[in-house]
């Protein structure tokens, strides 16, 4: 999607792409924002979630979802709906809702409440007959602190199952999960976790441009980046392939 010609810039992997994802959060965008959002932005994104249960108080949501499918773009909701659910015995609810509103991408989390894992890893078998499942790995409780070892057997576990992706918990603000509360990365938690799990498999929520730096330092052009801000996809992308100040030497010859 280059506009003119440039020498040592990266490969980015192409769409429909495996790796190198960047998952947009829409928090409560309006119709004319997504038409508007796509138009500018939808040729980086992969797949937009819409964030915890904003998809039940969100306005002509069956249209909005319609605008997203017109330019073939996957939506999700957020996993934080899907426990919602849950916690009601709805969820056989939640695979017809999922159905009315042509939702193919599922995301199965348990961040704010406690699922035993071998009935999540359940959930994740039967939901991946469904659509692609995103299963989501650490608490939103930021007094919850999970051991690497645990990390590494949840996502392991959740993978077997049939998720499509592990979801690297950050919370919307970045600050929970695989962050301290200042938003600094835990390195020796995602040195660990990467001895043991795929970089193409975990999708590294990366709400600040900090984290989204560490990780493209640390992986590559082509790291799946996740909680994005519509109005950062375009940035994010120039930092990728080392055309923001942040990563400008990234790629050069020396």
């Keep these: ?7 040592q810039i990266p490969d980015r992997t192409q769409k429909p792409r495996s790796n190198g994802i960047t998952m947009v959060m829409d928090k409560g965008l309006s119709i004319n924002e997504v038409n508007n959002f796509l138009e500018v932005s939808g040729v980086h994104v992969d797949v937009v979630k819409l964030g915890f249960g904003t998809s039940f108080v969100t306005p002509n949501l069956r249209q909005k979802i319609e605008v ?3 330019y073939g773009m996957p939506i999700y909701f957020g996993g934080t709906l899907f426990e919602a659910f849950l916690i009601r015995n709805q969820f056989d609810d939640y695979i017809a809702v999922c159905k009315d509103y042509g939702i193919d991408y599922i995301e199965v989390s348990d961040g704010s409440i406690t699922i035993p894992h071998t009935e999540k890893c359940g959930y994740i078998e039967k939901l991946s007959k469904q659509g692609k499942v995103l299963s989501e790995v650490g608490s939103k409780d930021a007094a919850h602190i999970m051991p690497p070892y645990k990390w590494i057997e949840l996502m392991k576990a959740e993978l077997e199952a049939g998720a499509n992706y592990v979801i690297a918990e950050a919370r919307e603000a970045g600050n929970v999960g695989i962050y301290r509360g200042s938003g600094e990365v835990r390195e020796g938690l995602v040195n660990e976790i990467l001895t043991q799990i795929p970089s193409e498999k975990i999708l590294w929520e990366a709400p600040q441009k900090a984290q ?11 790291v799946n980046l996740g909680n994005i801000a519509p109005s950062e996809v375009i940035p994010l992308e120039a930092m990728r392939i080392g055309l923001r100040g942040d990563t400008f030497d990234l790629y050069l010859k020396k």
């Design 1 to 7: 999607m280059m506009n003119f010609n440039l020498t």
């Design 68 to 70: 997203y499918k017109k």
């Design 212 to 222: 989204q730096l560490y990780f493209l330092e640390l992986i590559g052009c082509n």
